[in-house]
Antibody, heavy 122, light 107 residues
Framework: QVQMVESGGGVVQPGGSLRLSCVAS????????LHWVRQAPGKGLEWVTS????????DYADSVKGRFTISRDNSKNTLFLQMNSLRREDTALYYC???????????????WGQGTLVTVSS | DIQMTQSPSSLSASVGDRVTITCRAS??????LSWYQQKPGNAPKLLIY???TLQSGVPSRFSGSGSGTDFTLTITSLQPEDFATYYC?????????FGPGTKVDIK
């Protein structure tokens, strides 16, 4: 069955960096667009970033543009999120998610990981 | 950005009740609307996409309707496992945006 497992979360000071990973199994990783969606404690869902099936197309929310970078390694079935210049408002549970198509257009999220918690605090 | 609103923000219902949740977009999104269910401590789960298409494995008591700016999620006979928070999400254009959620709890 489909599994997506995030890791790399933790506590980091404002201005710091963190790299999240999401290892997937149970599907042909290289055929799907992938995404990061976050949820601040007690709050709703916020889309963060997307990458196409081959990594050639990427999209970012304005709130993270220039600070976060999404990438993928299709040989290792792994999705990454490099987060730099972290702010307190980036504190959230970060989910990796899949959409059932190759591109980042008209996406819905049909599979989700369980999330990894990022806390930005001094 | 397209703003999504939901009503009500919360509701209390009993097992067996018919429940309707409304989602409204700030501009027309055609039928590019999905619904998710999230239980405490769990990731969201896709219920419905393209406004009215039931995701595989989702019980038929869930249904969706609407187009343009106004959409509804209906649960025809609420079951104990349906108590959760429900989110709508538009994918008409980037950035995709979610509604603020509707919490359904036990009366």
């Amino acid at each position: 069955q489909v599994q997506m497992v995030e890791s790399g979360g933790g506590v980091v000071q404002p201005g710091g960096s963190l790299r999240l990973s999401c290892v997937a199994s149970g599907f042909t990783f290289s055929s799907y667009a992938l995404h990061w969606v976050r949820q601040a404690p007690g709050k709703g869902l916020e889309w963060v970033t997307s990458t196409s099936y081959d990594g050639s197309d990427k999209d970012y929310a304005d709130s993270v543009k220039g600070r976060f970078t999404i990438s993928r390694d299709n040989s290792k079935n792994t999705l990454f999120l490099q987060m730099n210049s972290l702010r307190r408002e980036d504190t959230a549970l970060y989910y990796c998610a899949r959409s059932p198509r190759k591109t980042t257009v008209t996406i819905r999220f049909d599979q989700w990981g369980q999330g990894t918690l990022v806390t930005v605090s001094s | 950005d397209i703003q999504m609103t939901q009503s009500p923000s919360s509701l209390s219902a009993s097992v067996g009740d018919r429940v309707t949740i409304t989602c409204r977009a700030s501009q027309s999104i055609s039928g590019f609307l999905s619904w998710y269910q999230q239980k405490p401590g769990n990731a969201p789960k896709l219920l419905i996409y393209a406004a009215s298409t039931l995701q595989s494995g989702v019980p038929s008591r869930f249904s969706g309707s609407g187009s343009g700016t106004d959409f509804t999620l209906t649960i025809t006979s609420l079951q104990p496992e349906d108590f959760a928070t429900y989110y709508c999400q538009q994918s008409y254009n980037s950035p995709v945006t979610f509604g603020p959620g509707t919490k359904v709890d036990i009366k």
